[in-house]
């Protein structure tokens, strides 16, 4: 399967932006989804999870009550829906898919989108 990951751009704290991770190949919905990000500087980090079902996910702390994963199998996509945006969310975020979750959780799944960049301004 081919991951795609579109979505981001510039946008003042405090805003929104949706990501969508959208699969060719294969349905998405055969895989545990999951988005990580990886700032300059820094290490990729864990952002959110959603299993193949779409009724269990998981969320790093640091964007809990501010994220939401989600599917949307007619269009065959994975979304995270960002609120309340800081400049610490700043980063280029990747969409990853694993036929298990805790794999897309701890950062080995199978495939992998190139990133879109997430700019938050002060």
């Known amino acids: 399967v081919q991951l795609q990951a579109y979505g981001g751009g510039l946008v003042q704290a405090g805003g929104s932006l949706r990501l969508s991770c959208a699969a060719s190949g294969r349905t998405v919905s055969y895989y545990a989804t999951g988005w990580f990000r990886q700032a300059p500087g820094k290490e990729r980090e864990f952002v959110a999870a959603?299993?193949?079902?779409?009724?269990?996910?998981h969320y790093a702390d640091s964007v809990k009550g501010r994220f939401t994963i989600s599917r949307d199998n007619a269009k065959n996509t994975v979304s995270l829906q960002m609120n309340s945006l800081k400049p610490e969310d700043t980063a280029v975020y990747f969409c990853?898919?694993?036929?298990?979750?805790?794999?897309?959780?701890?950062?080995?799944?199978?495939?992998w989108g190139q990133g879109t960049q997430v700019t938050v301004s002060s």
């Open positions: 959603i299993n193949r079902s779409g009724d269990s996910t």
């Open positions: 990853t898919a694993h036929l298990e979750l805790w794999m897309v959780v701890t950062g080995k799944g199978d495939y």
